[in-house]
């Protein structure tokens, strides 16, 4: 079976500083990995993915990911906070095994950032 | 490329009143999706569709209705609107392994 599990439910950071939200997963298969990011009342960004090639995967406005399948995480970082960087982000897995078969995305239930001035 | 289209973007029914969320997807994505965010709650999956004419049971799909009469509109049917209805509901979909792709939301007040 397949679960996401974000281990932190509010973060806060100061501008400027780096930012860190965990991520760690189970999954039966290889799975696809990936991070969105929701800024208020918005709908949900894709903000990189991983898919099976390089294990470090950089996406937008200066986010980077580590796969680690050894540890089964997908830590989200950012070497620098900005405020616009607040909001809500969520780690999704994604099955495609079962995508002929079932449901294939499982949500984790999200990291509010905070950024303080 | 529209990419997936919600309509409305806000509604407010009264309780017992029934309406359709429209969901319409460009891409030619076999998976669609929908989706309803609750504060505190994260995203938590209604119902889905693997292709035209497969529909299946999310995760809360209980007082929700869907059918895929054709790969790009998938609709969502309340059938009998509850004040626990009240929610942000998001239509996604997806193809192979590509991300999902999000539409920009309903929000809806049942009262």
């Known amino acids: 079976a397949q679960s996401v599990t974000q281990l932190d439910s509010h973060v806060s950071v100061s501008e400027g500083t780096p930012v860190l939200l965990r991520c760690n997963y189970s999954?039966?298969?290889?799975?696809?990995l990936f991070w969105y990011v929701q800024h208020p009342n918005k709908g949900l960004q894709l903000l990189l993915k991983?898919?099976?090639?390089?294990?470090l995967v950089k996406g937008i406005n200066g986010f980077e990911a580590e796969f680690k399948k050894s540890e089964t995480s997908f830590h989200l970082t950012k070497p620098s906070a900005h405020m616009s960087d607040a909001a809500e982000y969520f780690c999704?897995?994604?099955?495609?095994?079962?995508?002929?078969?079932?449901?294939?995305?499982?949500f984790g239930t999200g990291t509010s950032l905070t950024v303080i001035p | 490329n529209a990419g997936v289209t919600q309509t409305p973007k806000f509604q407010v029914l009264k309780t017992g009143q029934s309406m359709t969320l429209q969901c319409a997807q460009d891409?030619?994505?076999?998976?669609m999706s929908w989706y309803r965010q609750d504060p505190g709650m994260g995203l938590r999956l209604i119902h889905y569709?693997?292709?035209?004419?497969?529909?299946d049971q999310g995760e809360v799909p209980n007082g929700y209705n869907v059918s895929r009469s054709t790969t790009e509109d998938f609709p969502l049917r309340l059938l009998s609107a509850a004040p626990s209805q009240t929610s942000v509901y998001f239509c996604?979909?997806?193809?192979?392994?590509?991300?999902?792709?999000f539409g920009n939301g309903t929000r809806l007040t049942v009262t």
């Open positions: 996604a979909s997806s193809r192979g392994e590509s991300p999902l792709h």
């Open positions: 891409m030619n994505h076999e998976y």
């Open positions: 991983y898919t099976s090639a390089a294990t």
């Open positions: 999704v897995v994604s099955d495609i095994s079962a995508r002929n078969t079932g449901n294939q995305f499982y």
């Open positions: 999954s039966s298969y290889s799975p696809s």
């Open positions: 569709s693997v292709g035209a004419g497969i529909t």
